[in-house]
């Protein structure tokens, strides 16, 4: 089955930086694409950012980290990150790695949570003022 494991999480001020990683193992999709969203008390889960695998140069960002935060993966280590830059309080969240099954190569990744259906467990990231 397939297991994602989110780690590098933490405290940090702002105007300060962490790379999230994700550690994915036992796909069985030949077309995916890999997200990573974050969500607050009370709040819905949103995306921040996504990865076509089929197209690694193809990625998305939510308006508010746009080119703040960086998505990118290493295919071989089977690793997915995103660097995050310039940190702001509003950034606090805990953040999720997540997969997409495509149905097909061309399909566009969503931004949409419920069509994710692989997720990790989660990693808290605190951003002071």
């Known amino acids: 089955w397939v297991q994602l494991v989110e780690s590098g999480g933490g405290s940090v001020q702002s105007g300060g930086s962490l790379r999230l990683s994700c550690a994915a193992s036992?796909?069985?999709?030949?077309?995916?694409?890999m997200g990573w969203f974050r969500q607050t008390p009370g709040e819905e889960r949103v995306q921040v950012a996504s990865?076509?695998?089929?197209?690694?140069?193809?990625?998305q960002y939510a308006a508010s980290v746009r080119g703040r935060f960086t998505i990118s993966q290493d295919k071989a280590k089977n690793l997915v990150y995103l660097q995050m830059n310039d940190l702001k309080p509003e950034d606090t969240a805990m953040y999720y790695c997540?997969?997409?099954?495509?149905?097909?190569?061309?399909?566009?990744?969503?931004?949409?949570?419920?069509?994710?259906?692989?997720w990790g467990q989660g990693t808290q990231v605190t951003v002071s003022s």
């Open positions: 997540a997969a997409e099954n495509k149905v097909t190569e061309a399909d566009f990744c969503s931004k949409r949570s419920d069509f994710f259906g692989d």
């Open positions: 036992g796909f069985t999709y030949s077309n995916y694409c």
């Open positions: 990865i076509d695998n089929d197209h690694p140069g193809s990625t």
